[in-house]
């Protein structure tokens, strides 16, 4: 088992809630071993605090907005955010986007992730589960087009990436095989009344029985066929796991190549994204975790917390905070709520809003944010960001910097920058060293030596004058370290 | 070479080049100046340790290690079209059954195509590419696809960006292009993807383009109220993006944060505000694009995608609007472009797949194989390449073949147009194409896309001279100088005296101390700019000239800048508008004469004119100008000599002097320039210098009166250029010779026209000179036009009477010149 140091917590906590909090981290190592510090991250709450749209209308592009800064706010500032991380991973992977389908519909598809992409077994916290629900909301249905999928005109788009990008990865099916699901899926649509309803209409299904994977499916099936294609990917159901028969896999069961698939993939996500390969420990230990609790979704990510793999050094350097990972960052040190203060336009620049993939195969990792003008983006929604925090009160003579709601979490502007008043004498500001450990305090960071000393010696340079000694927080808030995950 | 022992101070000196507040004022070319003088040397210690640290404080060494970009090295610029495009509504096999059949409602119909032959006709959105085949210059290679069919987005768009249909796709082949490019070095200005992240293709095992913003960037740049303090700012963000373990991703953060001062101090001046760009995607991308290539920053390869091409449903209202999108962006690519880059430029497309042959029924087609891709440019060799797929046969759901290898595409463009090396980046050899009748070169033209008609007949109306923009202090624009092949719009009509509908105005430009030697280009705002110029800067001197131009979309024009940095300024002396009833003045061209020269006591006392001291001039009834009806007159003034650095203005006698200046000249230096000046109380002109004193001389050229010929004027045109023998032999202008040059017939100059007003450039004179434009048949006058400097390039505005026989001549008096005339406006 890991060794429980702050190294180690740090880490596990900066993966799974995105910001090493302080608090989070004293309550941690205070508890026995590691495998107690990641069973306290993976406690999380029943249910997800829900979103509200009051005072929207019925603006499906504001609500849009609301849903994104609601859910970063509880990335936030949630007791246990590891639920909404993983409802984050998920929407990278079972992907639908606001763009194309309607906001009711993502709503729900988001609300299944928050609830069930971290859950118990016994809430859906399910591969299969997560998969079957996923594929007949009205989200999916609308953006790769299985609403459109019926017998006499077969639309593929849905089946194709459900078996590449969903469960099992590139080249491991035939052209057959896709043909075979989509005659699978035919007939699943959306209620004509009520947009934001399933509906499933037999005289739009194929009926004639398929072979997919080596398993004969659809034979009778009706509405169900559908989930036998999940069920012969993963082993689940009745109808027996399939096998690839294509590509260097070929020959193997299909729910193996799947865990490894999705272990890949969350590896990628919460692990690190710059061998492209997983180490073989932890990697067996996750594939095991998925077929021998049935593609449970907690055995499957304790494995990973869990494993000696997760806290090599490559494994703590190797990837970089993805701009709602960066959001949320900032939205903690600042103490700044989400809501009203993360517009999309802020975001898009960035490379990532979300409800907005780019495209099916969701967001890519590492390289794909490291680049002047995706980095730039982040400066100016630091600025942003450090622009709304800078809220004026005043108490008489004073005014603050707030770092979060209470007196606790503000600095005087006048100990940043002195106080001038007419006839009385001047206050200088307290020294920079000082200056520099109380932002930090307040904004919760673990900054490198070295780059304090830099910023330090920003603060003294000649040409920096007392007011620009708040240059000192831009500058904490966008180190390289920051974008570091 | 220079002693290496040499100081900063005494080095930059000999230079001669300001050390300016902005430190990425220097661009590639001075910089490889530098480093040819031997300059350059000790840079590879690190920052602090050479001179060039002094002229570009904090600048990254390795940033500027690539080599020039040459005139025979080629630009490519890629358009992906995400999503896989329907190539066969693309180009329409219109005589084929089964193409209809197959694709059924969704089908083009073969009328509303543009026809390219019996069997092809182009999606009716095209119409840029319709005129590159007209002229040759469109290459349709189809049924290109890759061997292995997969037809999931991702991984084909992999292996169209990779090149390598099998085995790991770490890197993409324009990438591995840029690792041979650069061996080693870095040069974040050699490939660009313009968009916010970097696509596969453009990304090597060593290298990877830079990704270039689709707004202005202004982060890098000090900002005006806190320049030190910033600049300290910048230095500390380059510090901490220093730190951290060399290939680790926290450095590879740090060194993206330092690209980005780097590409925001160079960018800020080639990409205008928002409010200038396109709103549509691929439009704005490619108008970018072609503000990059002018700003002459070395790139070779310029990418942009956009989408979405993925119509699985819902397509007849979507494709047609991505190719509008494609044809909108081609012609801004086109038009913003300076013709000096035509020749070096070619375009392609491509797109991960095409589209089944057989719609569903969601009104879509699915991922298909294979799909023409199309390659333009002044060098292509125009005509279909490859194969066009069959449908026969086909199945529903059956692609159609492929028999192009998307590496055969690639590697014909990599050998024909990037100087070859296609089997180390593709790893192997592929059949080249031959897409390219010619390697790049300087020159090379493309279809224009709209002609731009002469203007409705218009009269001359003089105004006070009023001042409508000024970079110095933000008039008229924003206060900045204009950066390197960037062009600022100046509105001239409904600003103050020009009223909405004037046709042209006759204005000033004035460049304000340039940071290289560069040209500038008037031209009405929303044409193509045009391959002509207007004014030639040079560093350390202010340089003015006058223009008669066109008024543009909104009543504006456009000012292009070549190269370097530069202040301007631009003053209004009148306009040109259709004749209403009543009063209303034409031209009235004259042989020139010459109505003044204080070295000679030729209408004033011989004596120099000093400064602060007008001297009256009478015009009218001298010099063949009329005794009366006369409006205004148009002269050539001539600063002869001065020992001051100052300016001359002309204005109507009995008037207050206005705040604008006519000729700018320097100690030592002779300079016309082309003035149109209101006649004042009896008949006179005032004329006064600022400072020194100097020799004045005063030619007139014509006069503004009742009933003459009103002026069109016209996209500049080159009629004359003897450095390319285009209007006159290819050779130059010897001692005592003239050239005479056909206006009538040429750049939409009618039989019976009167005259014309062209920008006259002198190129390098092999020694101090004049130069005399007058009608052709005439007998050449005792007055002169220009009066170029030994080995400068110098410009006037000349508006010259026509000769009976259609013609110009333009005499040279000493030594030999190339000699440039550019036709602006005729009258008739």
Known sequence: ?485 | MLDPDITTADALRHLSAPVADDPFSLDRRRFLQLVGLGLGAGLVAGPGSSLLDAVLPGHDPLAWAAGPIGPNDGILVLIGLYGGNDGLNTVVPVNDGRYYDQHGSLAVPASSTLRLDANTGLHPELGELKQFWDAGKLAIVEGVGHLQNEFSHFSSMAKWMSARPTGLTTSGWIGRWLDGYLSGTKDLFAAAEIGHSLPLHMIGERSVATTVPTDRPSFGVPREWRADADRALFQTIRDLGSAGPAGSWQRLVGQAQIDILDVGATLNPVIPDDSELPDTEIVRKLEIAARLINANLGMRVLSAGYGDFDSHAGQPSQHPVRMQELNSAINRFYSTLHPSWVGRVTVMTFSEFGRTSYANDGQGTDHGSSAPQLVFGAGVKGGFYGQRPSLAGLRRWDRMPSHVDMRSYYGSVIDGWLGGGSSGVLGGNFENLRLFERPPSGSGTVPVASGSAPSAPSVFVAVTPQRVYDSRNGLGGRRARVGPGQTVQVGVSGEGAVPVGATAAAINVTAVLPSIDTFLTAYPTGQRLPDSSTLNPRPGIVTANSAVVGLGTGGAISIYNNAGHVDLLVDVMGYFVAPTNGASTGFHPLSPSRLLDTRTGNGAPKRRLRERTPISLQIVGRGSVPSSGVAAVVVNLLAVDPNGEGWVVGWPTGETMPVVSNVQYQPGRTVPTLAVVTVGAGGKIDLMASAGTLDLVVDVVGYFATSGSTMQSVGPRRLLDTRTGNGAPATRVGPGDAVNVRVVGRGGVPVGASAAALNVTAVAPSDHTYLTVYPGGEPRPATSSLNPDRMQVSANLVLSKIGTDGTINIYNNRGDVDIVADLTAFFT
Not at chain 1, 112 to 124: H, I, K, V, Y
Not at chain 1, 171 to 176: D, F, L, M, P, S
Request: net charge negative; hydrophobic share 45%; proline share 6%.
């Open chain 1, 1 to 485: 088992m890991p060794a429980l140091n702050e190294a180690n917590v740090r880490h596990l906590l900066r993966r799974t809630e995105i910001v090493d909090r302080p608090e989070r981290v004293a309550a941690l190592l205070a508890l026995p071993n590691m495998a107690a510090a990641v069973d306290d991250v993976m406690d999380v709450a029943a249910r997800p605090v829900p979103v509200s749209y009051t005072g929207l209308g019925d603006n499906g592009w504001k609500r849009g907005v609301r849903l994104s800064e609601h859910w970063m706010g509880q990335m936030a500032s949630a007791a246990r955010p590891f639920g909404e991380r993983m409802a984050f991973f998920w929407h990278g992977h079972i992907v639908s986007s606001l763009d194309k389908s309607a906001f009711a519909g993502m709503h729900d598809q988001i609300d299944l992730f928050r609830r069930t992409g971290l859950g118990a077994p016994s809430a859906g916290g399910n591969v299969v589960r997560l998969l079957k629900t996923a594929a007949i909301q009205p989200a999916m249905l609308d953006y790769l087009d299985n609403s459109r999928n019926i017998a006499r005109s077969p639309n593929q788009n849905f089946a194709r990436e459900l078996i590449e990008l969903f469960v099992l990865g590139v080249g491991n099916y035939t052209e057959a095989d896709v043909e075979a699901a989509t005659a699978a899926w035919t007939g699943h649509a959306k209620a004509r009344s009520a947009e934001n309803t399933y509906h499933f209409r037999p005289e739009h299904h194929e009926n004639s029985p398929q072979q997919f994977l080596g398993r004969t499916i659809n034979a009778g099936m009706g509405s169900e066929a559908g989930n036998e294609t999940i069920d012969v990917m993963l082993g689940s159901g009745s109808v027996g796991a399939g096998t690839v028969a294509v590509g260097p896999n070929a020959g193997r069961p299909a729910p193996r190549v799947a865990a490894e698939f999705l272990t890949f993939k969350l590896w990628q996500e919460l692990g690190e994204a710059s061998t492209r390969t997983v180490p073989s420990g932890v990697h067996g230990a996750m594939v095991d975790a998925l077929l021998d609790h049935g593609f449970d979704i907690r055995p499957w990510v304790r494995a990973l917390l869990l494993h000696d793999d997760f806290y090599t050094g490559v494994a703590k350097t190797g990837l970089v905070r993805q701009p709602a990972e960066y959001m949320v960052a900032l939205l903690v040190a600042c103490g700044i709520d989400a809501i009203d203060n993360v517009p999309g336009w802020l975001m898009d620049p960035t490379g990532q809003r979300l409800l907005y993939p780019p495209n099916v195969s969701g967001w890519k990792p590492n390289g794909y944010w490291v680049n002047a003008s995706a980095m730039g983006a982040r400066h100016s929604v630091a600025n942003s960001m450090t622009w709304t925090l800078a809220r004026d009160t005043w108490d008489g003579d004073e005014g603050y910097l707030q770092f979060g709601p209470n007196a606790a979490n503000r600095i005087s502007k006048r100990d940043v920058q002195g106080l001038w008043r007419p006839n009385q004498p001047y206050i200088p500001p307290i020294p920079t060293a000082e200056l520099v450990d109380r932002l930090i305090d307040l904004m919760g960071l673990s900054v490198a030596p070295a780059t304090r000393g830099r910023i330090l010696a920003h603060l003294d340079h000649d040409d920096i004058e007392t007011w620009m000694r708040r240059d000192a927080i831009s500058l904490l808030l966008t180190a390289p370290e920051m974008h570091i995950a």
